[in-house]
């Protein structure tokens, strides 16, 4: 069997192996910001009408607050001092008119603004989404045998649900803040330069308290978003392998091993949480102290004003600090408001950080320039054609065509996934077309290996594989493995009706295709048993199927790919002997006129076979037809007759 890294090889080392290095600082916060701003121009017009909004909304705000001190000034002072007449009513009716009017129009901006938002940042990370998606379909088979399912959607929902509040969200009200900031302070100029400054003063002291709890948050959001996908992960193996833990009894044991990965994240998220909850409070306590001192010295140069004996510099109108003191609160209140947003954002940009390392993984090289088409004879001589036919040719760049014949040949090829421990070993063999190749031998020896190399899932690193004379790798990954079928031991079927499951094997093929694939592999009896026959639902990987069912579907989808070269990774496994030997007769019509390759424990699968290849340690230790290995009296022969088994 394969000898690649899977996922629960790493959960079997222990919840922490690998999660010194996930807790990296990120590389380049400033560099993945930009490149997030990159989604944005498309979305330039509405980004500008939605910068205007704020522009408005944030200038309606320092307007409305500024209106405050004619209205304190002019109407309400003169009114307690001389009394209200009607004609001072109707004009302070007048100025309160203004100030609605003001701050209506900044709502409204809001309103706008937020709703522009929400397409932009739906819009943004659908295309995110569209490209992580395509991205991830150009991965070789290794990236997803190195990693754990549950840490690749993590990017899919943690990540991008802390992008989404960022860009909907964060990313806006900072720019808002940073707006009303602004006018806020140059409001606060106009009418008390001296109080300004106390201001100020206090603002330097925000500002150095944001950095430094900022830096000590940001490490731990990164160590969050990490420990995060690391427990989804685990979690979702867990789940999908539930029934071989309580098989085996392991209960306590995950208990025990989810435990240290929820611990992590708990800490991670502890430690992310506190400095954002320390920093709210310090800044609202800032806040209040600088709006006690000012309300302090305000007063006394409102009363300096009174007394009339001091400079204009020092003294101050109430109208005046009433303004001041609001344009205080909205001074302090938008820093504290941008504080928050940047703990989001800092988080976002984590989650973004490892999105953009999926869209940058090295894509699975393809660079073969043969080509598989669909061939006709005319007076002897191969012809392209558009159509399906029951010839395939292979189309050098030159134009030539060469007819598939499925002629396969390993020539001294040595491989090894890691590189260092050697999985095949100067391994040679040869298929000529039609014929049946077997490999056996004991798990790890390389037998799914070899056809993982015939596929180019994985690069031989010495030595050459020829498919009808051309070295794979000049023929194009598609093509080359649209010339294979392959049947795994593990099946898969994807959510969708039966039918769809079969036509998954080749997209184009008819209803008549279909049956006469499924009768091939001996499905076509059970699936009219279904409740809706070929329209029943298959879901969860076809759970309301036996395995046995599965494994059929499995066959009747390479069957209807009707390739030149057929590859049975244990294809039959699954399936009881009684109803091995029923479609053995169907297997054969569909191994007919075909290169096979077969994988198989149970020899007795592999008798007819023209050429069986007994591997052991990546080494073929044996070759030859059913009987003459038999008169060998071999590992072949131990293993047929049960002197040695399998393992």
């Known amino acids: 069997m394969s000898n690649a890294p899977k996922s629960s090889e790493r959960v079997a080392r222990g919840p922490g192996a690998n999660n010194r290095n996930r807790f990296a600082k990120p590389k380049n916060a400033k560099g993945t910001f930009l490149r997030l701003l990159g989604y944005f121009k498309r979305y330039k017009a509405i980004l500008a009408v939605v910068v205007v909004c704020i522009i408005v909304a944030a200038l309606a705000n320092v307007a409305g607050t500024a209106l405050l001190r004619p209205l304190v000034d002019d109407y309400i002072s003169p009114m ?27 709502i409204i901006c809001v309103y706008v603004n937020a709703r522009l938002m929400i397409n932009v940042s739906t819009g943004v990370l659908l295309d995110i989404r569209k490209e992580m998606f395509a991205k991830m379909q150009k991965l070789p088979i290794k990236y997803f045998d190195s990693r754990t399912h549950g840490e690749i959607m993590s990017r899919y929902t943690n990540d991008t649900d802390a992008m989404r509040e960022m860009l909907g969200q964060s990313i806006p009200n900072l720019i808002d803040s940073l707006f009303r900031v602004s006018g806020v302070f140059i409001m606060m100029i106009v009418l008390s330069p001296a109080l300004t400054v106390v201001t100020v003063v206090m603002l330097v002291l925000m500002i150095l308290v944001v950095k430094n709890l900022g830096k000590k948050s940001g490490a731990f959001y990164k160590k969050r978003q990490a420990a995060l996908g690391v427990a989804n992960g685990y979690i979702e193996e867990m789940s999908e392998g539930s029934k071989v833990v309580k098989v085996f009894c392991r209960e306590e044991k995950i208990d025990s091993n989810f435990a240290v990965l929820n611990d992590n994240l708990r800490r991670a998220e502890a430690g992310a949480n506190t400095w954002a909850s320390i920093l709210m409070p310090i800044m609202g306590n800032l806040s209040y102290i600088q709006y006690a001192i000012t309300a302090l010295l305000g007063t ?187 049947v795994l031991q593990d099946t898969h079927l994807f959510t969708g009706t039966v039918r769809e499951n079969i036509r998954y094997g080749r997209k184009d093929a008819t209803e008549e295709e279909i049956v006469r694939a499924a009768k091939l592999a001996n499905a076509h009896s059970f699936i009219m048993h279904l409740p809706q026959g070929y329209d029943t639902m298959i879901v969860d990987d076809g759970e309301n199927l036996s395995q046995g069912q599965r494994q059929l579907l499995a066959i009747a989808r390479a069957a209807v790919a009707d390739p030149p070269v057929l590859i049975l990774d244990e294809a039959t496994s699954s399936i009881d002997t009684r109803t091995e030997a029923l479609i053995e007769k169907g297997m054969d019509e569909l191994m007919n006129g075909r290169t096979v390759f077969v994988i198989a424990h149970r020899l007795s699968t592999v008798r007819n076979s023209n050429a069986i290849m007994v591997l052991e340690h990546g080494k073929i230790i044996e070759r030859g037809d059913h009987r003459e290995l038999i008169a060998q009296k071999g590992r072949y022969y131990k293993l047929y007759t049960g002197a040695f088994e399998l393992s």
């Open 80 to 106: 307690l001092k001389e009394g209200a007449t009607p004609e001072r009513w109707n004009a302070f009716g007048g100025q309160i008119l203004k100030m609605a009017i003001v701050y209506i129009a900044g």
């Open 300 to 486: 006394l140069m409102v009363v300096a004003g009174l007394n009339g004996n001091y400079p204009a510099l020092v003294t101050l109108s109430a109208g005046a600090l009433v303004s001041f003191l609001q344009y205080t609160r909205n001074f302090s209140r938008p820093i504290t408001m941008m504080s928050q947003q940047f703990n989001s954002i800092l988080s976002a940009l984590a989650g973004a950080e490892r999105i953009f390392a999926l869209i940058d993984e090295e894509p699975e090289p393809n660079e073969g320039t043969v080509k598989l088409v669909n061939a006709g004879i005319r007076d002897g001589e191969l012809y392209e054609c558009s159509e399906r036919t029951d010839i395939w040719a292979w189309k050098s760049p030159d134009g030539t065509l060469t007819r598939v014949r499925g002629h396969v040949c390993f020539n001294n090829v040595t491989f090894s996934y890691d590189g260092e421990k050697v999985v095949l070993d100067d391994i040679s063999l040869y298929a000529k077309p039609g014929q049946k190749i077997a490999f056996v031998g004991s798990t790890g020896a390389g037998k799914t290996t070899i056809t993982n190399l015939i596929n180019r899932f994985y690069d031989i690193q010495e030595g050459e594989i020829t498919y009808d004379g051309f070295n794979i790798r000049e023929i194009e990954k598609d093509s080359l493995r649209r010339s294979l079928a392959m």
